[in-house]
């Protein structure tokens, strides 16, 4: 009977797609509307896990989440994209937001970081924590600032949070 196992050479090996760019962890390299589809919904579902602020967030939108995750993608398209997706008001919104306490801008942060961290590599992450750090940092100012207060030092990143270097 006439074997079907390959023999010597019947097979080739093709040459592998180069990586691109050598990221081995295929984290995003450039901010498009996918990329922050994927950013908004990883976040979303770290941030509804989180131990108090999962608690302001599933109840303020509860039955709200199918509105919200699109106006969010809207709003970081205009923040990143600049494409003017978003028409909202983040002040009010946020003003509204009785129980929230001032560490909870801090903690907000602890999370979006490193979901931005994982998913895009690292000189764009900077960039998109950077933009997310002055939005918490303004939204903190007009929720507990007064004349002469600075937003607290967690939120703005620290070089040892995520520098491998020793200085
Ligand atoms: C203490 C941290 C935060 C909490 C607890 C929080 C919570 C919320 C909640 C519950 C809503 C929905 C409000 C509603 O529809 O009734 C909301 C809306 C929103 N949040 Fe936050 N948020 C926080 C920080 C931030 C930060 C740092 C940003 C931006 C980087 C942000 C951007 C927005 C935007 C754009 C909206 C939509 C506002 C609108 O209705 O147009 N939030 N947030």
Redo the contacts with the bound molecule.
């Keep these: 009977m006439e074997s079907h196992r390959p023999g010597p050479g019947r097979y080739k090996l093709r040459p592998r797609p180069a990586p691109r760019s050598g990221d081995r962890l295929c984290r995003f390299e450039t901010v498009d509307a996918q990329a922050i589809q994927v950013m908004v919904h990883t976040f979303y579902g770290c941030i509804r896990e989180h131990p108090r602020?999962g608690g302001?967030?599933n109840k303020?939108?509860d039955g709200?989440w199918e509105d919200?995750l699109p106006?969010?993608e809207a709003?970081w398209q205009s923040v990143l994209l600049k494409n003017g997706a978003?028409k909202?008001?983040?002040v009010p919104?946020?003003l509204?937001?009785k129980e929230?306490v001032s560490s909870?801008?801090a903690?907000?942060?602890l999370v979006?970081r490193p979901v931005v961290r994982e998913l895009f590599v690292p000189e764009i992450a900077d960039e998109i924590i950077a933009?997310?750090e002055r939005?918490?940092q303004s939204?903190w100012l007009a929720t507990f600032g007064h004349a002469g207060s600075m937003p607290p030092a967690e939120l703005t990143s620290q070089h040892s949070e995520w520098s491998g270097s020793c200085w």
Aim: glycine content about 4%; aromatic content about 20%.
């Design positions: 602020l302001i967030f303020r939108l709200k919200h106006k969010m709003f978003y909202g008001k983040p919104a946020h509204k937001l929230v909870d801008y903690d907000w942060l979006f933009v997310a939005i918490a939204l």
